[in-house]
């Protein structure tokens, strides 16, 4: 291991990180977990159980919360930092979580463990890896045929003020101790209130030591552009197949249909979409994406809105997706943190529609008369919008 290595996992070792919990009382379930996500990880397949799972990079708890989660899997949790392993093996002890499996492995010596997985995630580690795309190519070898891999890279453009002052602490030579940490604090105290690192004085990760530490004296790390995320990705043999909010992604959740700057951002390729939207925000500080192997068949898992056959999907609502009706009619949907996306007539009624078992062609039927060419447009534009802002799975075939 090289001392640039040691140094990462020297921070870890004394400045436990994320903050530790005596127990996972209220621990909703993550972003990534595929008791939230199987449909769309698997379209083509009814919801998933008994999955084999790595966390790589696993932290003081994130394992252990997948693992209460999903009871029926097998959880494999791995950290190069032995005191963020004692703080999960507590909570393993705590909950008697006896499908949880925890090793102090590295990301590039994972197939020391000599499995392979269905579902590996890996939140915000790659990024502080010497070589990114040597750890992501350890991952990709672990993944089964059809297995998905859900990442978190840190962003390009919301961090720059991250990258600012930590250029300003190396100068000043500070170090991970006690004194520096405050003098970090002390020094975003005096900076401009229109200074690019003052958003972060805001942040859960400011309130303690190991977060301050991580955000403005990491040894090592690297932010990504969306152009740069495909680059990492398909350099390992995988493919982008979604994005954990994707509604970040595409115009929809921020721009009128009918307006000329939605259409010519619509108009762009898919990946130059996502490219447009990170512009467009210029603001977002994490990228959560879910990849899966560039020889995956396509077929089994990629939503394409200009094929027939999307009208012989199964649209499910996301378990947290809340619909309703207002004062006017529209039906309203709602998602903790996106916000609402409204839909009058007639295509509240094909969104009313929606009840896990209907395609989307009868949806469309069930909620109003057109002809055939009309549904399909129909379809197209109200279920389009709805994956988009992330409130709806498409399942290739009835979920069950």
């Not at 929809?252 to 249909?257: E, G, K, R």
Request: hydrophobic share 40%; charged share 25%; glycine share 8%.
């Amino acid at each position: 291991m090289t001392a640039e290595i040691d140094l990462v996992r020297a921070q870890y070792e004394q400045w436990v990180f994320p903050l530790p919990v005596e127990n996972l009382a209220g621990a909703g379930k993550q972003m990534s977990d595929p008791g939230v996500m199987s449909l769309s990880y698997w379209p083509a397949r009814p919801q998933r159980t008994g999955l084999d799972i790595l966390v790589a990079g696993c932290g003081t708890r994130e394992a252990a919360v997948l693992a209460m989660h999903n009871p029926d899997s097998s959880i494999v949790g791995i950290d190069i930092s032995e005191a963020s392993l004692s703080h999960s093996r507590a909570l393993k002890d705590r909950h008697g979580l006896s499908n949880l499996t925890l090793r102090q492995v590295s990301i590039e010596d994972v197939a020391t463990l000599g499995k392979s997985f269905d579902f590996v995630t890996s939140y915000g580690v790659l990024h502080h890896l010497r070589d990114p795309l040597a750890g992501l190519k350890a991952l990709a070898a672990v993944l089964r045929e059809d297995g998905v891999m859900f990442l978190m890279l840190y962003a390009y453009y919301g961090r720059a003020g991250i990258y600012v002052m930590q250029e300003f602490f190396r100068l000043l030579g500070l170090a991970q101790s006690k004194e520096d940490v405050d003098l970090v604090r002390h020094t975003l105290g005096k900076v401009r209130n229109d200074h690019p690192a003052k958003r972060f004085a805001s942040t859960k990760d400011w309130q303690f030591d190991a977060g301050v530490v991580d955000l403005f004296l990491h040894p090592r790390d690297r932010p990504y552009t969306v152009a740069q995320c495909v680059e990492l990705i398909e350099s390992a043999a995988l493919t982008i197949q979604g994005w954990g909010d994707q509604y970040y992604y595409y115009p929809d959740a921020y721009l009128p249909h009918d307006s000329e700057l939605y259409q010519r951002i619509d108009r762009l390729p898919e990946r130059q979409i996502w490219q447009a939207m990170e512009l467009f925000h210029g603001q977002l500080i994490k990228h959560h994406l879910y990849v899966c192997h560039a020889r995956r068949d396509p077929g089994s898992y990629k939503v394409s809105f200009d094929d027939p056959s999307l009208m012989d999907r199964v649209p499910v609502l996301l378990e947290d997706a809340r619909r309703s009706r207002d004062a006017s009619g529209r039906v309203v949907m709602e998602r903790p943190g996106i916000g609402t996306v409204a839909f009058g007539e007639p295509h509240a009624s094909v969104v009313g529609a929606i009840d896990g078992r209907r395609t989307i062609r009868e949806c469309v039927r069930s909620g109003m008369n057109r002809s055939p060419g009309a549904e399909s447009a129909i379809g197209r534009s109200v279920f389009r919008q709805l994956w988009r802002v992330g409130f709806a799975h498409l399942a290739i075939r009835p979920a069950r």
